[in-house]
Nanobody
């Protein structure tokens, strides 16, 4: 089993920044992909950004140029730097990892962008 622990959510004004962090623990052989998804009220969960162990990144079009994903393979951590936040970025953000084809999710952290 793999456990994912997120931190860093909160309330921020439009145009502000937040940094989310996620640490993986447990029986980890190979963290193939780590990343972030989000789910806003009444909407489906959607991909925000992911990074493979080799450094290949994928971003949702809505966050390109504003969000930056990074990871530390040695520490099994992934972070999401979110800049120029908009009210439509408000959602619960979930850390996600793929280990040997199995998917794991964190409990989620709330991000609210509001004035």
């Amino acid at each position: 089993q793999v456990q994912l622990a997120e931190s860093g959510g909160g309330l921020v004004q439009p145009g502000g920044s937040l940094r989310l962090s996620c640490a993986a623990s447990g029986t980890i052989f190979s963290l193939n992909v780590m990343g972030w998804y989000r789910q806003a009220p009444g909407k489906q969960r959607e991909l925000v950004a992911t990074m493979t162990s080799g450094g290949r990144t994928t971003y949702a079009d809505s966050v390109k140029g504003r969000f930056t994903i990074s990871r530390d393979n040695a520490k099994n951590t992934v972070a999401l730097q979110m800049d120029s936040l908009k009210p439509e970025d408000t959602a619960v953000y979930y850390c996600h990892a793929v280990v040997l084809g199995l998917e794991f999710w964190g409990q989620g952290t709330q991000v609210t962008v509001s004035s």
